[in-house]
């Protein structure tokens, strides 16, 4: 038996779709299957706007840009999340302050941010997992400090905050569609919006500030960050299953947690499935030896799994930012390991899976 710690989720109806699109006679280049894909996402989150682009790390960068994000800005971090987030900052020449994140959900800590000495132009906020803190905390702080709230919400499609997805409490929120997300379409990121100033100026970046679409005339500097039709036509498949995809997410979870709780061994984050659609299955355990001996021996038994992001400050490009003055990301990181968590996963492997670990610990 072999089981990957998690893979995309397919149907029939994508294959089906494709090979229609395919007989069509489209370009496969970004056009009307794109607009159709940006228009079911919107309805589907609520919000008045959805650009689809290359991956969540342009998402999250156009996202910047569009808020007016320059050099000498500074931008709030967490210290743990995945590289790209604090990359972006970097690449629209702004400078990343970071900060630790809370031990309940590893997202941002707030205190640490409202205690901060630093003057930010905003702050990224980073839902772990589909959970967040208090996201109306960070609303009314960014509104009474002038700042810009984006949302990096790669990992929370699906997610709310008091009934309210994650990802339209900013100015802006971003998802990802990278394989082991929700939805997939194999790379491609998501932008939402409710203001028409942010979107205008997306649609504009993301296609070489033309002064309207197929003309080559240009307004200003711009990317070619376009999406592509045989992506959305897979897309479009996919956001008509998504309620099936979130509750296979959630009931995967709830599977684990009453297989694995009465294990005093493992930590599982406290996690209100009412509100969450977790990405993937985390877990802590008691230390960096523990959690990469159970992975070998899960692996040896057929079983994917994989270690959290590392946290940024212990990344190279970041050690800079003083080892210890993260602890809780720092201890977390290096104790935290994902189960196999794919949509398609059968009840038989979570079993097997399941008893293996209980068998670890005896």
Same mark, same amino acid.
């Given at each position: 038996?072999? @089981? /990957?710690? &998690?893979?995309?989720?397919?149907s029939d109806k994508e294959s089906i779709a494709v090979a229609e699109y395919l007989k069509s006679g489209g370009w496969l280049t970004e056009f009307k299957k794109t607009q159709e894909f940006e228009r079911r996402i919107a309805e589907y989150i609520g919000v008045k706007h959805a650009v689809v682009v290359p991956s969540g790390t342009v998402a999250l960068y156009l996202a910047l840009l569009s808020v007016g994000i320059k050099p000498g800005d500074k931008v709030a971090v967490p210290n743990?999340?995945?590289?790209?987030? @604090? /990359?972006? &900052?970097?690449?629209?020449?702004a400078e990343p302050i970071i900060f630790d994140v809370n031990e309940d959900t590893m997202c941002m800590d707030f205190n640490a941010i409202k205690s901060s000495i630093f003057s930010f132009k905003a702050i990224l906020y980073v839902a772990i997992n589909g959970r967040s803190g208090n996201m109306n905390d960070y609303v009314n702080y960014c509104k009474d400090n002038n700042l810009f709230l984006i949302e990096d919400s790669a990992q929370a499609m699906g997610s709310c905050f008091e009934n309210k997805f994650l990802g339209t409490f900013g100015d802006l929120g971003v998802f990802s569609l990278t394989p082991h997300k929700i939805i997939t379409t194999g790379q491609g990121g998501i932008i939402i919006t409710n203001n028409s100033e942010y979107y205008s100026k997306v649609k504009a970046l993301k296609d070489f500030s033309r002064t309207k679409p197929g003309v080559d005339i240009h307004n200003d500097i711009g990317y070619n960050f376009k999406f592509t039709d045989i992506q959305s036509v897979i897309g479009?498949?996919?956001?008509?299953?998504?309620d099936f995809r979130i509750q296979r997410k959630k009931k995967l979870y709830d599977d684990y947690y009453n297989k694995l709780v009465h294990l005093n061994q493992i930590q599982f984050f406290e996690t209100d499935l009412d509100q969450v659609t977790p990405w993937a299955i985390d877990i802590v355990l008691k230390s960096k030896e523990i959690r990469d001996d159970l992975a070998k021996f899960l692996l040896d038994k057929g079983i994917g799994s994989r270690v959290f992001y590392p946290?940024?400050?212990?990344?190279?490009?970041?050690s800079h930012f003083e080892s210890g003055s993260f602890p809780i990301s720092e201890s977390i990181t290096e104790r935290g390991l994902w189960l196999?968590?794919?949509?398609?996963?059968?009840?038989?492997?979570?079993e097997y899976i399941c008893d293996n670990i209980i068998e670890y610990f005896k």
């Open positions: 038996m072999k @089981i /990957n710690q &998690i893979e995309p989720y397919l743990y999340t995945m590289i790209a987030t @604090i /990359n972006v &900052i970097k690449w629209a020449g479009i498949e996919q956001i008509k299953t998504i946290a940024l400050n212990s990344q190279l490009p970041y196999p968590s794919s949509i398609g996963l059968r009840d038989d492997e979570l």
